[in-house]
Nanobody
Framework: QVRLQESGPGLVKPSQSVSLTCTVS??????????WAWIRQLPGEGFEWIAH???????YYNPALQSRTSISRDTSKNELALRLSSVTPEDTAVYFC???????????WGKGTLVIVSS
């Protein structure tokens, strides 16, 4: 059974960058025909797709966040990473990593990690 565990700093000051990690167990992030996504839930709002990475390393970014977002992976650690720069209080959210199938349908979620942007 694949499990995803997000981790991050929790509290970040405005204008700084935040780096999050998703540790995957029970499966490989290079498994064919899978995508690995970063998604966030803003307070009182729905979910926002941030970016995703295909098993071969190809990436997609939400155009609204692309200029401030970078995703990467460490295949030796079976980890994914998200970096969001120039954060503002509007970036306060619970950040999730998720696995999807080849049709981008999510089949596994992490529990999420809360990021608060505040001075």
């Amino acid at each position: 059974q694949v499990r995803l565990q997000e981790s991050g700093p929790g509290l970040v000051k405005p204008s700084q960058s935040v780096s999050l990690t998703c540790t995957v167990s029970g499966g490989s992030i290079t498994t064919a025909y899978t995508y690995w996504a970063w998604i966030r839930q803003l307070p009182g709002e729905g979910f926002e797709w941030i970016a995703h990475m295909f098993a071969n390393g190809d990436t997609y970014y939400n155009p609204a966040l692309q200029s401030r977002t970078s995703i990467s992976r460490d295949t030796s650690k079976n980890e994914l990473a998200l970096r969001l720069s120039s954060v503002t209080p509007e970036d306060t959210a619970v950040y999730f990593c998720a696995r999807t199938d080849n049709n981008l349908l999510i089949d596994t979620w992490g529990k999420g990690t809360l990021v608060i942007v505040s001075s």
